[in-house]
């Protein structure tokens, strides 16, 4: 398995989970590491990205409240999701990209109840 994903489940507005993704080792030493989403009936949208040297670039409705980052001893990602909305609700994917390649995880869903 390239990418195994872990966390999501159900949690109130307001309230705060935290997604994992494990990655290869040599595809994560390459890699920029992102997390996306998608809801029924839209396309997967980007929700936020780091890259090898740690610069990170959010979708604008998350800025503020998710927090990205990588461990490169573990070769592991994590999305930080705090304050958490309704609208946040989706699969979150993990999702790896180097030049022409990407690889996906498999998704990990979010509920987030009103």
């Known amino acids: 398995v390239q990418l195994q994903a872990s966390g999501g489940g159900l949690v109130q507005a307001g309230g705060s989970l935290r997604l994992s993704c494990a990655a290869r080792d040599d595809i994560f030493g390459i890699a920029t590491m992102g997390w996306h989403r998608q809801v029924p009936g839209k396309e997967r949208e980007l929700v936020a990205a780091?890259?090898?040297?740690?610069?990170?670039n959010y979708a604008n409705s998350v800025k503020g409240r998710f927090t990205i980052s990588r461990d490169n001893a573990k070769s592991t990602v994590s999305l930080q999701m705090n304050n958490l909305k309704p609208e946040d609700t989706g699969v979150y994917y993990c999702?790896?990209?180097?030049?022409?390649?990407?690889?996906w995880g498999q998704g990990t869903l979010v509920t987030v109840s009103s």
């Open positions: 780091i890259n090898t040297g740690g610069s990170t």
């Open positions: 999702k790896a990209g180097y030049r022409l390649r990407d690889w």
